[in-house]
């Protein structure tokens, strides 16, 4: 697999209270590796969506989201400002990093909470994935 990957924040890597996080985008096209600590799921999230700010602009669809947006807001909606013309734009996205980009939902997981060393080198799609 010829997959895009890091980790966004290595500084943290041997923090002991720290768990290795692996984010998938992009239908694992985009790997993300994340120090963060236990039960924080969203702050790892928006390490990794502020790594691929810098990186991996393609796994953001904010474009598409606006399009959208207009679209509603202009046809249905009568081309008024409407929170349900954004609700039904935003749809099978979610927010995520500092500056609150939209990810599309389709194709983007968590592929791991606290990895081990061993496991790293398969999620990160470096390793042999047959064996």
Not at 2 to 15: E, F, G, K, R, T
Not at 16 to 34: D, I, T
């Amino acid at each position: 697999m010829n997959a895009m990957h890091l980790v966004a924040n290595p500084w943290q890597s041997h923090d002991p209270g720290m768990q290795r996080w692996v984010f998938s985008f992009l239908h694992g096209s985009v790997r993300v590796l994340v120090y963060a600590l236990p039960d924080h799921p969203d702050t790892a999230m928006d390490l990794a969506a502020e790594w691929c700010e810098d990186n991996a602009e393609g796994v953001f669809c904010d474009d598409e989201v606006a399009a959208e947006y207009d679209r509603l807001r202009i046809t249905p909606y009568g081309g008024e400002i409407d929170n349900d013309a954004m609700r039904d734009a935003e749809v099978d996205t979610f927010c995520a990093g500092s500056a609150s980009r939209r990810i599309n939902s389709e194709g983007s997981t968590i592929l791991a909470e606290n990895a081990t060393r061993e496991e790293l080198p398969y999620l990160l799609g470096l390793g042999d994935e047959d064996a």
